[in-house]
């Protein structure tokens, strides 16, 4: 009797094997597949994004002297020059009477540059003129800026650190500032073809900008 028990014991395991081989070949094809692994973001896209807005040019809102009020961000996506004027100053009357700022303005804004120039005077302060003083004397210079900011409270002239006259900013595409300082490297020349032998900053920065390329010299100290 033992011996009939372990024969019929030995058939149902015999059967029993190939059902649980094929349970288990079954279950490992209906297990879903592990998924994947997220890709990794490169280690210097960080950096990369801190580069394409070091140096943020502050934006702003300004009447010109036409009343109307102007921002920075009206500009997005194009080169903007910033020029800081007062024509009580004699170093940017000097540019003005040699037409050499009104040949930069008209060349660059012709390329499709914004030029805003500003006035940082308040009333009672050297260079201050009110709006329609400055429309005159603009049309008697032949002034071809954009449009002419009149920043009589100076938060324009205080967020770029503006403090002298002839002083530019350059902000390119990206919002980025460019270019801070003079207008060129002779502060003393005086005679239309000293000024012009010049290195000029502004015209190197912007013939640079306008080729996608970072301009040659990106800070100098203003005079005036």
């Not at 879903?32 to 040019?57: G, I, K, L, R, T």
């Not at 009357?93 to 700022?101: A, R, S, V, W």
């Not at 010049?198 to 013939?207: D, E, F, W």
């Amino acid at each position: 009797m033992p011996e009939r028990l372990s024969i019929a014991a030995l058939l149902l395991l015999c059967l029993a094997l190939p059902a649980g081989l094929l349970a288990q070949e079954a279950g490992e094809k209906e297990a879903p597949p592990a998924p994947e692994a997220e890709a990794e973001a490169p280690e210097d896209a960080e950096e990369a994004v801190e580069e394409e807005v070091s140096n943020p040019a502050p934006d702003f809102r300004v009447k010109d002297v036409a009343g109307r009020e102007r921002t920075l961000g009206e500009f997005k996506g194009r080169i903007v020059v910033l020029e800081w004027a007062s024509h009580s100053c004699p170093y940017v009357k000097k540019h003005y009477d040699c037409n050499n700022m009104q040949s930069l303005q008209k060349s660059y804004t012709g390329k499709g540059v914004v030029w805003l120039t500003v006035c940082s005077s308040g009333p009672g302060r050297g260079g201050h003129m009110g709006p329609e003083v400055w429309a005159k004397v603009l049309e008697k210079l032949g002034a071809s800026a954009t449009a002419t900011l009149l920043d009589e409270d100076g938060k324009l002239g205080h967020a770029y650190g503006a403090k002298k006259t002839p002083h530019f900013c350059i902000v390119d595409k990206r919002g980025s500032r460019v270019y801070e300082g003079a207008i060129d490297d002779k502060p003393r020349a005086r005679k239309a073809a000293e000024i012009a032998e010049a290195k000029n900053y502004v015209r190197l920065a912007l013939a640079a900008l306008l080729e996608d390329k970072a301009p040659p010299v990106a800070r100098t100290d203003a005079y005036g």
